[in-house]
């Protein structure tokens, strides 16, 4: 059980995860001569801005700049467990969060919605202004999620990811209980936790169906609805501009289940994340939650860092072009 809720979150790379806390983060990693590298990085922000500070605006410039930070640091996780790769360019990073962006388009708003389409010439569902049309649609949502995230569990690399992303878990649960921090005592901790961006995805999914019965048929009163290809590609336009808002809600409701974790209805709620995270995560090794005790004792106050036992690393100094070994 938890003493105490940081904001401290994490990701998983290729080779190790980063720990992020406020501005900065810390990318931990194991290298091939089995030694552990840290560098330390500044947070791109997009909500600097205290407007988009607010509860319920938030949401969306953070998942932007949650999803810019993870391809970079992705990137240069590639760069550093593979000496022979080089370095990626400005324009790699963008082609590749562009990539990124695409595909959760493609899978999220357009498969979907094409289906629910499918179903309603078919005679198994309503019409795009109907409670069915955005049942199939959020269905449809959920099993390519499903679908994706056990395809994805069976390459080797990504199996690696998952354990560092239970890790990262475990190391975070390990700290907030009030427990030294160390792989072995990381090692007895929950890999479930209920600001997983796993809940997250679910909770956009979930309220997709709400948002999109509610809003869509709205739209349908203009003259572009008498014909059916431009009222689609309209309404899947549509969508993708209620991405906004929708990210804005899931966030405000994964940081009320993480902060309220008695609340029945809340806890509800984050059973389905939860159960999710059981495919997202898988039960790391020894090693790996080591790189993760470091990466989380390289983004906490100095005064807690007394409370973590760590095997030697190296910090690099990227600016410097120093390194410091601990």
């Known amino acids: 059980?938890?003493?105490?809720?940081?904001?401290?979150?994490?990701?998983?790379?290729?080779g190790g995860l980063l720990m992020r806390s406020f501005g900065r983060y810390a990318l931990a990693l194991r290298t091939e001569d089995n030694s552990?590298?840290?560098?330390?990085?500044?947070?791109?922000?997009?909500?600097?801005?205290?407007?988009?500070?607010?509860?319920?605006i938030r949401g969306f410039p953070i998942m932007l700049e949650t999803l810019i930070n993870g391809v970079q640091a992705l990137n240069r996780s590639?760069?550093?467990?593979?000496?022979?790769?080089?370095?990626?360019?400005?324009?790699?990073?963008?082609?590749?969060?562009?990539?990124?962006i695409f595909l959760a388009v493609l899978l999220f708003i357009f498969i979907p919605h094409i289906i629910?389409?499918?179903?309603?010439?078919m005679g198994a569902g309503g019409t795009?202004?109907?409670?069915?049309?955005?049942?199939?649609?959020?269905a449809v949502k959920i099993l390519l999620f499903l679908a994706y995230t056990l395809l994805i569990a069976f390459i080797p690399e990504i199996k690696t990811v998952l354990q560092y992303h239970g890790a990262e878990h475990k190391v975070i649960a390990?700290?907030?209980?009030?427990?030294?921090?160390?792989?072995?005592?990381?090692?007895?901790?929950?890999?479930?936790?209920?600001?997983?961006?796993?809940?997250?995805?679910?909770?956009?999914?979930?309220?997709?169906?709400?948002?999109?019965?509610?809003?869509?048929?709205?739209?349908?009163?203009?003259?572009?609805?008498?014909?059916?290809?431009?009222?689609?590609?309209?309404?899947?336009?549509f969508k993708i501009v209620l991405i906004i808002p929708i990210s804005a809600a899931a966030y405000e409701l994964i940081r009320a289940t993480?902060?309220?974790?008695?609340?029945?209805?809340?806890?509800?709620?984050?059973f389905p994340g939860l159960l999710m995270q059981f495919v997202t995560t898988k039960e790391p090794n020894t090693a790996q939650l080591e790189v993760a005790v470091i990466a989380l004792k390289e983004v906490v106050g100095e005064e807690q860092k007394e409370r973590?036992?760590?095997?030697?690393?190296?910090?690099?100094?990227?600016?410097?072009?120093?390194?410091?070994?601990i």
């Not at 550093?80 to 990124?100: C, E, I, P, W, Y």
């Not at 629910?116 to 010439?121: N, R, T």
């Open 1 to 14: 059980m938890a003493k105490f809720i940081t904001h401290i979150g994490g990701q998983a790379v290729l």
């Open 36 to 56: 552990i590298l840290v560098e330390h990085h500044s947070w791109y922000s997009l909500s600097k801005s205290k407007i988009l500070q607010h509860t319920f």
């Open 78 to 100: 590639a760069e550093l467990t593979d000496t022979a790769r080089s370095k990626h360019t400005f324009l790699q990073t963008v082609g590749s969060l562009m990539a990124a």
């Open 116 to 121: 629910a389409a499918a179903m309603e010439l």
């Open 128 to 138: 795009v202004d109907t409670l069915s049309f955005h049942i199939w649609d959020g």
């Open 174 to 237: 390990c700290y907030e209980s009030g427990m030294t921090v160390n792989a072995a005592n990381a090692k007895l901790c929950t890999r479930l936790h209920p600001r997983c961006g796993t809940s997250f995805i679910l909770f956009v999914l979930f309220l997709a169906v709400c948002v999109h019965s509610v809003f869509v048929p709205l739209i349908l009163f203009f003259p572009f609805s008498a014909n059916p290809v431009i009222m689609h590609s309209v309404v899947i336009l």
């Open 258 to 270: 993480a902060k309220r974790s008695s609340n029945p209805f809340l806890k509800f709620l984050s």
């Open 308 to 325: 973590f036992e760590t095997v030697p690393y190296t910090v690099l100094n990227r600016r410097a072009d120093s390194t410091t070994h």
